[in-house]
Structures are given as structure tokens and as C-alpha cells.
């Protein structure tokens, strides 16, 4: 680099410097260094793509081989020949037979069987006599014996409705805190009836819970603590639920 910041290039032995030459091809001008091109550079480029762009179309010009294969002569068709359909064979008409004589029995000789009657005494048997005269009759009266009475069918017990009775206690069950703690839980129908007076004289389990001590539970609140407005003897039975909250 010279003392002034410009830099210099150095040019090899037997090579001119820029400006005292001149290049008769574009070609060559392409082949030198970047610092002896000179301004037909565009113009060779423009040469060199306008003669491709010639070649291509030259060689374009020239139309494909046309392949021409012979046709394949034409089969005739075969005519189709039906055969025909196959008769069926005639019946044959049936042969009547003659009649033939029904064979006659030959006479067969019947052995004469004679009837022997043979008389057996009797001594036990008692037969009837007609007897002349009055013919007692008895006073004593006979009387049919009455038909046994007919036995009704129990009653069903109704569904216990507190909401369609007028008056009455009727609290639920205490739910057992042994039960409780055990996570017992369980549905208790029972069947109870109430007399005149309103009270419960019987209580039976229609279905139990799965658990005595729910089922005593419900019977103990119905027999103990219920109570129902006089009336008429009536039949019932209730579900008692035991569930957990």
C-alpha cells in the first residue's frame, strides 16, 4: 500500500497494464481478472445467452420421429351356432293289465261246538220277594248334613296414608346410634292393625331391612308411640326408612 492509502496492484511479467491493451473476443475479456474487464462485459453476456437461446430453438425446429406401427388385420367374427334345446323324452303310456280273478277262498270246514250249560249254586245271593200286605215306615227323621262354611279370605292391608287421617300420632322411628356408627342403613315394611279404639294391637315385618335392630327400631315406634282416632278396625301396612345423610 502506498504511503498516500491507495492501493496498487502488481502486474506479473509479460502482462500489460489496464488500458494498454485491447481484446478482439469476448470470451478472453470473461477469462481475465476482475481488474481487466472492461465495459463489453454486459454485451458478452447478452451474446453468449442470445446464441443459447439460438442452439435451443435450432435444435427445436426439428420434429420428433413419428413411430408408425402397422394396424393388426381384423379378426371376423365367428358366428354363434345355438344348439338346440334338448326334447324331453315322451311318457310312455301305462300298460293296463288285465283283470285278473280274485282268488275265492277255499271252503274251510267249521267244527260244530256244542253249548253246554252248567248251573252254580247260589247259596249267599238275596233276591227281592214281593210281599203281600202294610209295609212299615219309619218315624225317625233324617236329616242332610249341612255344607261346611265357606272360610273368607284374610283381609289385604292398605297403604297407610297419615295426610288422609284426621287426627292421630304418628312420630318416626328413632334411628339406633349403633346402627349409625356401623353405617347400617335399610328400608322395614311392617303390617300392623288398629281396633276401635285406636290402638295397635298387632305389628308383624312384611320385609325386613337386612338389619334387626332397624326392624325393632320401626316396630317399637308403631306399637309404643302410634296412636289413631277411634274408628272401625282397619289394617295397614308402612315403609320406614333408615338412610344416612
Do not use: H
Not at 491493451?21 to 463489453?40: H, K, M, Q
Amino acid at each position: 500500500m502506498s504511503k498516500t492509502g491507495e492501493s496498487s496492484v502488481s502486474v506479473p511479467a509479460g502482462f500489460a497494464k489496464p488500458g494498454e491493451y485491447t481484446l478482439s473476443s469476448d470470451l478472453a475479456r470473461l477469462s481475465l481478472p476482475a481488474e481487466y474487464r472492461d465495459a463489453y462485459r454486459t454485451l458478452a453476456w447478452v451474446n453468449s445467452i442470445c446464441f443459447l437461446f439460438l442452439v435451443i430453438g435450432i435444435l427445436g425446429l426439428k420434429a420428433p420421429q413419428v413411430i408408425v406401427k402397422p394396424l393388426s388385420e381384423p379378426i371376423e367374427p365367428m358366428p354363434l351356432v345355438q344348439a338346440p334345446p334338448e326334447e324331453a323324452p315322451k311318457p310312455q303310456p301305462e300298460q293296463i293289465k288285465p283283470d285278473e280273478p280274485e282268488p275265492t277262498d277255499a271252503p274251510v270246514e267249521t267244527p260244530q261246538v256244542v253249548t253246554i250249560v252248567a248251573a252254580v249254586e247260589t247259596p249267599n245271593l238275596v233276591f227281592p220277594v214281593p210281599v203281600e200286605g202294610a209295609i212299615a215306615i219309619s218315624t225317625e227323621a233324617r236329616f242332610v248334613p249341612a255344607p261346611p262354611p265357606k272360610i273368607a279370605a284374610p283381609p289385604k292391608p292398605t297403604q297407610f296414608d297419615p295426610n288422609a287421617t284426621t287426627g292421630g300420632i304418628f312420630p318416626d322411628p328413632i334411628y339406633p346410634a349403633f346402627a349409625q356408627r356401623n353405617r347400617q342403613q335399610g328400608t322395614v315394611v311392617l303390617e300392623f292393625t288398629v281396633d276401635a279404639s285406636g290402638a295397635v294391637t298387632s305389628v308383624k315385618v312384611q320385609k325386613t331391612s337386612g338389619f334387626n335392630i332397624l326392624d325393632e327400631a320401626a316396630v317399637k315406634a308403631v306399637k309404643e308411640r302410634w296412636r289413631f282416632p277411634p274408628g272401625g278396625a282397619r289394617y295397614y301396612f308402612n315403609k320406614f326408612t333408615f338412610e344416612l345423610k
